[in-house]
């Protein structure tokens, strides 16, 4: 027992023993008070306290979360095990050993009666705690699973930009790496690479922030891209675009075209008498770039970043797969096209929302079936006293008693699954039906 329950019980018992004290006692004594405050602490340190440590026993062998239906089943049983047993033993020290009441009336009369509603309040009480235990222990787990899901998120985020950060560097590079070429081999049409270079970084800035573009619009792109290629290599490099006109509208990641062709033409040779012919075309929901396997020789081995970049931002994307395929002859990217603009980052999120959701309806269940038994352990005592009070030779209130216990159990049965279960096996076996007569 931690400090904080013992404080707990200790505030709840000189609470009710003062409250026993003035409303019970006939005898307004500093003795009395002494006595109600002792029967108080009786009660609930020993009940409290018992329950206390049946629960934490069973919450190292169950978990509220993982193993609900159990849990709740052993909660039940030794809930009503544990309080029955210290209910009869605090009531046996407080009626026989202190107030000297006769041993054999202990089952029987006022002293019968007490046991049953002392029972019934400690059975409540419980089941409270439980509930609150249990809403507890969702609490958590779904704090916990938040947290985890935003850690993922930034996690994400923060590599998706680093990898986004990197096409700048990149792609300014690589230009001018062409650049420098055209001017010794064609100043005038270095001029005209510089205006249509300047044109195509800014698109590079316009597209930095998206996660995903258009299918058209990399494809338009990628056509003044390869035409500046066209400029620097005039007959050596050859372009061939056969695209899907109902693709157009999928999404890829940004400049992903202009670094596979970055590759293409970074190592492979092209001449005129060898020329390198490169087809960009769809097929089965991927963008496809090939071209005809000319190998050069590479004086320092690649970084490897153009296709690396893709590679990583489409993992981060989707669950779809980069291809590469290569042969003797050819050598193929496949990159996937995306029927909706849905990024991995939201992904964290939608997790979460329904996490929070799913323990949200689970909360609201156990609630109401909470409610349904408090009232139960309310009500029905209440009428218990009314019937015996008023009318002892015909107990009437077994039938309410009853009608609400078969409810309560049933509902019961919905909350914890069984019913539930139930009723999707037998949804399940009808549909299979239906499907082996179609």
Not at 67 to 76: A, D, E, K, L, P
Not at 342 to 363: D, F, G, H, T
Request: aromatic share 14%; net charge neutral; with cysteine.
């Amino acid at each position: 027992m931690t400090k904080k329950s013992f404080l707990t019980i200790l505030w709840i018992a000189l609470l009710i023993g003062t409250g026993i004290f003035i409303l019970l006692s006939n005898v307004k004594s500093f003795e009395n008070y002494l006595i109600s405050l002792s029967i108080s602490g009786l009660y609930s340190f020993v009940i409290a306290g018992g329950n206390g440590v049946a629960n934490d026993y069973l919450n190292t062998k169950y978990s509220w979360v993982d193993q609900t239906r159990m849990r709740t089943i052993m909660g039940v049983i030794s809930t009503i095990f544990v309080n029955v047993i210290l209910v009869l033993f605090c009531n046996y020290i407080n009626f026989i050993v202190f107030q000297k009441h006769d041993s054999s009336l202990f089952f029987s009369g006022d002293m019968g009666f007490f046991n049953w509603l002392m029972i019934n309040i400690a059975l409540l009480i419980s089941a409270i705690l439980h509930a609150k235990g249990f809403i507890e222990e969702w609490k958590k787990s779904t704090r916990k699973e938040v947290v985890e899901q935003k850690l993922i998120a930034k996690s994400a985020n923060a590599q998706f930009e680093s990898l986004k950060n990197q096409l700048d560097p990149h792609f300014l590079f690589n230009s001018l790496n062409v650049l420098s070429s055209l001017i010794d081999e064609n100043p005038t049409q270095a001029q005209r690479f510089t205006a249509s270079m300047s044109k195509i970084y800014r698109y590079v800035l316009e597209q930095k922030d998206k996660e995903l573009v258009t299918v058209e619009e990399e494809i338009e792109f990628a056509k003044t891209y390869c035409n500046l290629l066209e400029t620097r290599f005039e007959d050596s490099v050859s372009f061939d675009f056969q695209m899907d006109e109902n693709t157009l509208k999928s999404y890829v990641v940004p400049l992903s075209l202009q670094l596979l062709l970055e590759n293409c033409i970074k190592h492979n040779f092209a001449t005129s008498s060898k020329p390198l012919h490169i087809e960009i075309y769809s097929e089965n929901g991927y963008l496809l770039i090939e071209n005809n396997l000319q190998q050069r020789e590479q004086v320092k081995e690649s970084a490897g970043i153009g296709l690396s970049n893709i590679v990583q931002r489409y993992a981060l994307l989707t669950k779809q797969n980069v291809f590469i395929e290569k042969s003797p002859d050819f050598f193929k990217v496949k990159i996937p096209m995306l029927t909706q603009k849905i990024s991995a980052m939201s992904l964290p999120i939608s997790s979460e929302s329904s996490a929070y959701q799913k323990a949200a309806k689970r909360v609201e269940e156990l609630k109401g079936f909470y409610s349904n038994l408090t009232s139960y352990c309310i009500i029905i005592p209440f009428l218990v006293f009314i019937n015996l009070y008023t009318y002892p030779k015909y107990l009437w209130f077994v039938w309410p008693m009853l009608g609400w216990g078969f409810g309560l159990t049933m509902h019961a049965l919905k909350t914890f699954g069984i019913g539930r279960n139930w009723e999707e096996k037998q949804i399940q076996k009808i549909l299979d039906r239906q499907n082996s007569k179609n």
